[in-house]
């Protein structure tokens, strides 16, 4: 039983194109929801985060949409650069234990 | 700056070794976690730990061990190695309490199992 479902597996998209990813969750205990990047040979860093009562939060070139009735939220590049070649992947935590649950990730491609 | 460091970031073991990854954080978080990422998976909670001589099993524990002697070091013991257990493991640490809490991750440990 997969918590966080995330999709696409792979993506690719020209320089300056808007790459979107995106991730649902069931667990309605979840208010914490954040994206990491991680490129290869390195461990996951944070990218971004939203908790569930705002929609949408940007940082920089990077924002989250976030829909709680749904229990979906994406990530959304603008303008991407071969520099975000990586992979992506969201996570949810909450409830009890705030365990940090990830999704299966995706990895991202930026043609020049 | 350290941050999260693990050790060692290399290994093979054949099947039925015993060894133990080690993972030291110096930034006082009480929370700290292993995950193992295979391809198609994403990364999985093997075992967490919310402070010293506190442990618990996440989404994948079988075939492992961890304990939490002190607030910095949190070892991943495989008592028998298994070829499914030929993963990259991640050990990660963050401030306990809020959901929202930044995770630290350390570089990983790649271990293969023949």
């Known amino acids: 039983q997969q918590q966080v479902k995330q999709s696409p597996q792979s993506l690719i998209v020209q320089k300056g194109g808007i790459p979107i990813i995106n991730c649902a969750y069931e667990?309605?205990?979840?208010?914490?929801f954040p994206w990491y990047q991680q490129f290869p040979g390195k461990g996951p860093a944070l990218l971004i985060a939203i908790r569930p009562d705002v929609s949408e939060k940007k940082e920089g070139r990077f924002t989250i949409s976030f829909n709680k009735s749904a229990k979906q939220f994406s990530l959304h590049i603008m303008d991407s650069q071969p520099g975000d070649s990586a992979t992506y992947f969201c996570?949810?935590?909450?409830?009890?234990?705030?365990?940090?649950?990830f999704g299966t990730g995706t990895l991202l491609a930026v043609q020049p | 700056n350290a941050g999260v460091t693990q050790t060692p970031k290399f290994q093979v073991l054949k099947t039925g070794q015993s060894m133990t990854l080690q993972c030291a954080q110096d930034m006082n978080h009480e929370y700290m976690s292993w995950y193992r990422q295979d391809p198609g998976m994403g990364l999985r909670l093997i075992h967490y730990s919310v402070g010293a001589g506190i442990t618990d099993q996440g989404e994948v524990p079988n075939g492992y061990n961890v304990s939490r002697s002190t607030t910095e070091d949190f070892p991943l013991r495989l008592l028998s190695a298994a070829p499914s257990q030929t993963s990259v493991y991640f050990c990660?640490?963050?401030?306990?309490?809020?959901?929202?809490?930044?995770?630290?991750f350390g570089e990983g440990s790649w271990l293969t199992v023949v």
């Open positions: 990660a640490s963050r401030r306990q309490g809020s959901s929202g809490n930044t995770i630290y």
């Open positions: 996570a949810a935590s909450g409830g009890a234990t705030n365990k940090l649950i």
């Open positions: 667990n309605t205990a979840f208010d914490y």
